[in-house]
T-cell receptor, first 116, second 109 residues
């Protein structure tokens, strides 16, 4: 596709369940980011991947959160034992990852997670 | 202290007004700076990059002050369509990209 694709667009789950969110970046983009945005709040950095380098996980809020990126393309963000405070929109972005720190980030439309 | 701080607003201005937003960042080693725009319930999109020499794009002017570690965005002749949240963005070492919480702007007819 032409843009960053995220799925599911909406997910409602029960407290304690595990969820997986998927991001398909723009073809050729080597950098991939995950952010979380709670209602009315700014974007909270979670993790980024750049090429084959070790990911920067410094923003993950707890060990219930993990992410992987397979084959330098698709990424999955997994939240284990979800809590109500995990409810937010999870945004994925990708960038070319070359020169000047990578340039413009292109965002997907996000996955809205609601934990009941 | 947050890495990137912005006045959340909201700024309520009439059409045609000039409005300015400031943003401060804490990491003096930050390398690249941007303003993004986010419409309600939409994903952020790049508005403009911010260069050390300052840059202008139509009605929008961005400035960077490295000594004081702040970034500004000036919008002239505000339009109704400028109503949005403006996000200050800073790239620190490597590709790590930090967003401010955003400043909300409402332009009224």
């Amino acid at each position: 596709g032409a843009g960053v694709s995220q799925s599911p667009s909406n997910k409602v789950t029960e407290k304690g369940k595990d969820v997986e969110l998927r991001c398909d970046p723009i073809s050729g983009h080597t950098a991939l980011y995950w952010y979380r945005q709670s209602l009315g709040q700014g974007l909270e950095f979670l993790i980024y991947f750049q090429g084959n380098s070790a990911p920067d996980k410094s923003g993950l809020p707890s060990d219930r959160f993990s992410a992987e990126r397979t084959g330098g393309s698709v990424s999955t963000l997994t939240i284990q034992r979800t809590q109500q405070e995990d409810s937010a929109v999870y945004l994925c972005a990708s960038s070319l990852g070359s020169g000047g720190g990578g340039g413009e980030l292109f965002f997907g439309e996000g996955s809205r997670l609601t934990v009941l | 202290r947050k890495e990137v701080e912005q006045d959340p607003g909201p700024f309520n201005v009439p059409e045609g007004a000039t409005v300015a937003f400031n943003c401060t960042y804490s990491n003096s080693a930050s390398q690249s700076f941007f303003w993004y725009r986010q419409d309600c319930r939409k994903e952020p999109k790049l508005l403009m990059s911010v260069y050390s020499s300052g840059n202008e794009d139509g009605r929008f002017t961005a400035q960077l002050n490295r000594a004081s570690q702040y970034i500004s965005l000036l919008i002239r002749d505000s339009k109704l369509s400028d109503s949005a949240t403006y996000l200050c963005v800073v790239k620190t070492g490597g590709f790590k990209t930090i967003f401010g919480a955003g400043t909300r702007l409402f332009v009224k007819a």
